[in-house]
Structures are given as structure tokens and as C-alpha cells.
């Protein structure tokens, strides 16, 4: 079945350095790929996605491409903030189920 | 202000004793659905409904019933609850999952059976 696997956390880094999370899946056919974040006490937000190969979303200084040939969506900025500290997943939908298939998290702190 | 909201946010409550968790969206979505997430598991589907009176289990349904008899609401019923549902309720919607994918989700509700 599908599925989506993320790196576990907690990811520790100081303010300004660079952010890595890797995030792989596992699908039948073309997934659409996402990256939704969640602050503390709230819902979860859509990040960013992307609906085909290749494409490369973005949104408030993130990245993610859409890597078919290593079937991976890895988060990525260039320099993290405090107020970016979140637990962020990645997460996939098939197009043919009414349903988005996430992974398990990945806690960010970032620190001063 | 476009928004899913669920009441309550904090429930203590006693195994057996029947509660209801509200979710309600101001945006006139069609899809509206039920997560609940554990550490560790990431989230999981309950139920989602794809219109009034058209609803459907998802990866983990039991001990959970839903009804949809307004577009705008989407009550989670837990018949009996049992310590297992202690956990972490989101509820989100959609204006078409089949389209974008892009659901719009509630604050939670963290709920402890004891």
C-alpha cells in the first residue's frame, strides 16, 4: 500500500543554519506530494506541494522537490528562524482514494 | 475568517460515557474529515464525508461513528469511549480532496478517557 516515511526527530539547529528533513514514499501510480506543518496548539497548515515530477514547491522560504527516479519530497531552507520550530509531515495522495496518507512528523527546534 | 472549528479543545472523561466532539467550517466545503494522531503514528483517517448524508470509514473507525446533516458540520460521536481513544482530534475539510488535496484543518481536541 502507499505510504510515506520521514526522518525522525527531534531536528535541533541554531537560527540561520540549514534544514534538511528527508521524506520518502511508496505509491502506486503518480502521487500528488505535501508538506503540511503543524505549530504548537494549533491544526495542521498546508506548507507547500506538488502534483508531478520534477516540480518544485515553495513557500515562505521552504522547498521540496518532486523526485520520482528516488521517489522522495525532502524539505529544505536555507535558513531557519526560531518562529519556524514545528513539527512538520509529509504526506501523499494517490488521486484515486479520498484521502491524504501522512507520515509520522519530524519535531524542528530552533534555537536563538 | 475562513475556518474549521471544534469544540471542545480539552475533554477528560470516563470510560463509557458517551460524548460528542463538534467540527464545524465557515467555507462552504463539500469534504470534511476526521484525524486522530497518536506519537509516533502520525494521523490517521476515521471518517470523511464527500457531501450531506454521504459518508465513509477510513483507516480507523472503530469505536467512532460520524453524521453529516449539514454541509457546514461534522459531529465525531464516541458511543463508549475507551482509554485506546485517548488521543489528539483534528477535523478538516475540503472544498474538493479530489482536485487539490488541500485541507483546511481545526485546532483539535485532546481527548483523555480514563
Known amino acids: 500500500g502507499n505510504s510515506v516515511t520521514q526522518m525522525e526527530g527531534p531536528v535541533t539547529l541554531s537560527e540561520e543554519a540549514f534544514l534538511t528533513i528527508n521524506c520518502t514514499y511508496t505509491?502506486?501510480?503518480?502521487?500528488?506530494l505535501f508538506w503540511y506543518v503543524q505549530y504548537p496548539g494549533e491544526g495542521l497548515q498546508l506548507l507547500l506541494k506538488a502534483t508531478k515530477a520534477d516540480d518544485k514547491g515553495s513557500n515562505k522560504g521552504f522547498e521540496a522537490t518532486y523526485r520520482k527516479e528516488t521517489t522522495s519530497f525532502h524539505l529544505e531552507k536555507g535558513s531557519v528562524q526560531v518562529s519556524d520550530s514545528a513539527v512538520y509531515f509529509c504526506?501523499?495522495?494517490?488521486?484515486?482514494?479520498?484521502?491524504?496518507?501522512f507520515g509520522t512528523g519530524t519535531r524542528l527546534q530552533v534555537f536563538p | 475568517e475562513a475556518q474549521v472549528t471544534q469544540n471542545p479543545r480539552y475533554l477528560i472523561t470516563v470510560t463509557g460515557k458517551k460524548l460528542t466532539v463538534t467540527c464545524s467550517q465557515n467555507?462552504?466545503?463539500?469534504?470534511m474529515s476526521w484525524y486522530r494522531q497518536d506519537p509516533g503514528l502520525g494521523l490517521r483517517q476515521i471518517y470523511y464525508?464527500?457531501?450531506?448524508?454521504?459518508?465513509d470509514k477510513g483507516d480507523v473507525p472503530e469505536g467512532y461513528k460520524v453524521s453529516r446533516k449539514e454541509k457546514r458540520n461534522f459531529p465525531l460521536i464516541l458511543e463508549s469511549p475507551s482509554p485506546n481513544q485517548t488521543s489528539l482530534y483534528f477535523c478538516?475539510?475540503?472544498?474538493?480532496?479530489?482536485?487539490?488535496?488541500?485541507?483546511?484543518f481545526g485546532p483539535g481536541t485532546r481527548l483523555t478517557v480514563t
Open positions: 504526506a501523499l495522495s494517490d488521486g484515486s482514494t479520498d484521502k491524504l496518507i
Open positions: 478538516a475539510s475540503s472544498s474538493d480532496p479530489r482536485v487539490s488535496y488541500e485541507q483546511y
Open positions: 467555507m462552504n466545503h463539500e469534504y
Open positions: 505509491a502506486t501510480g503518480y502521487p500528488s
Open positions: 464525508s464527500m457531501n450531506v448524508e454521504v459518508t
